[in-house]
Nanobody, 115 residues
Framework: QVQLVESGGGLVQPGGSLRLSCVAS????????MGWYRQAPGQERELVAD???????RYADSVKGRFTISRDTAKRTVWLQMNSLKPEDTADYYC?????????WGQGTQVTVSS
């Protein structure tokens, strides 16, 4: 069984920064894709950014230039550095990893951007 645990969410003022972390545990042979999604109230879950074990990352247009995704496969960890946060970034953020060929989700961490 694989578990993903996120941390780092919270309340921040517009223009501020947060760094989200997600660590995987359990019986892990390989992790191909690591990513972050978000879901705002009343909206569908959307991809924020993901990063592949062979290199390369992709970002939602709305976060390009402000967010940076990074990973350490040996540590089974993915991070999302979020800068220049805007109120529209407010959402529950979910970590997702493809472990041993199967997709897993974390429980989510709340990010609120408000003055």
């Amino acid at each position: 069984q694989v578990q993903l645990v996120e941390s780092g969410g919270g309340l921040v003022q517009p223009g501020g920064s947060l760094r989200l972390s997600c660590v995987a545990s359990g019986s892990i042979l390989s992790i191909s894709v690591m990513g972050w999604y978000r879901q705002a109230p009343g909206q569908e879950r959307e991809l924020v950014a993901d990063i592949f074990n062979v290199g390369g990352a992709r970002y939602a247009d709305s976060v390009k230039g402000r967010f940076t995704i990074s990973r350490d496969t040996a540590k089974r960890t993915v991070w999302l550095q979020m800068n220049s946060l805007k109120p529209e970034d407010t959402a529950d953020y979910y970590c997702q990893m493809v472990v041993n060929g199967v997709g897993y989700w974390g429980q989510g961490t709340q990010v609120t951007v408000s003055s």
